[in-house]
């Protein structure tokens, strides 16, 4: 199985190339955030006519999420588990959710495509609310792992964490000013390895940057970022075969500000290994 992530920026505005890349790379799993569409205004046809059943969840033009499979899709759910709201001046539990989770099992992968809130400023309620809503998903994280230690599952999309200084290239993105580089931020994201996580790109390849800002000439400096990752589980991060950082899907006409994260996954290997040997 080849599984992909990518941040879109307007799925209605990149439909075209998000398929050719789709197709051109034999992603049999696509997760995408930010469609900033309604699910009634998702543009079925195009992924449809090249092979993909599509689920998609958006509830105004901002955020968004949807998966895209050649696989069946079971198991939909909207939202994790204890996924916290949000409304600016709004106090308390009850706050209304955004579209920023949707999960699936496909192929026997348990794959959340998952847009983390930006945080918007140190000292923003956005900020808390988004140290909370991390909080939320390593609750949820260690709960279905410890009841299912087995389980292949995979945390998809973008993070809004730069977790190391060698992952922020961007000179506008500083410690103690900006977001994304902040010490709760970040041990928000250690949290979830530390739940059963871990990143299985990084040890495929090690340096590279995921996202470059559109303003100051960002991408042809080179001032990126590593935002974007595929998250796994011990049984998912045993089943990758492969890893790419798709760049040149930043250069071209309109392109999203974030590239895709493409994993190769070998899932029936490790339940070969424990098979008995038949002989002949």
Not at 96 to 124: H, M
Not at 129 to 136: E, G, I, N, T, V
Request: aromatic share 8%; glycine share 8%; proline share 8%.
């Amino acid at each position: 199985m080849r599984l992909a992530t990518w941040n879109v920026n307007s799925i209605r505005a990149r439909v075209v190339r998000t398929v050719e890349f789709a197709v051109r790379e034999s992603v049999d799993v696509l997760l995408m955030q930010e469609i900033k569409c309604k699910p009634e205004q998702f543009p079925y046809a195009q992924f449809e006519e090249a092979g993909y059943h599509v689920e998609a969840h958006g509830l105004n033009q901002w955020n968004g999420v949807a998966i895209a499979s050649r696989e069946p899709i079971e198991d939909l759910e909207v939202g994790f588990p204890g996924m916290p709201g949000f409304l600016k001046g709004h106090e308390g539990p009850d706050a209304p959710q955004e579209a920023r989770a949707i999960g699936a099992t496909v192929g026997g992968v348990r794959a959340w495509s998952l847009y983390v809130p930006n945080g918007r400023a140190l000292g923003d309620p956005h900020y808390a609310y988004k140290l909370h809503w991390l909080d939320a998903l390593r609750q949820y994280t260690r709960d279905t792992l410890t009841r299912d230690p087995g389980l292949p599952l995979s945390l998809t999309g973008d993070f809004n964490i730069a977790p190391t200084d060698a992952d922020n290239g961007d000179p506008a993105v500083v410690e103690g000013v900006s977001t994304h580089v902040s010490p709760p931020e970040r041990a928000a994201f250690q949290a979830l390895l530390d739940a059963g996580l871990s990143d299985t790109v990084r040890p495929l390849i090690p340096t590279g940057f995921t996202y470059w800002d559109y303003k100051q000439l960002r991408f042809p400096r080179n001032e990126g970022m590593r935002i974007d990752f595929i998250l796994g589980s011990q049984a998912f991060a045993d089943a990758v075969t492969g890893a790419a950082i798709h760049r040149n899907e930043r250069k071209g006409e309109a392109p999203s500000d974030h590239v895709p994260i493409v994993v190769d996954l070998d899932l029936g290997s490790a339940d070969e290994d424990d098979l008995p040997m038949i002989f002949g």
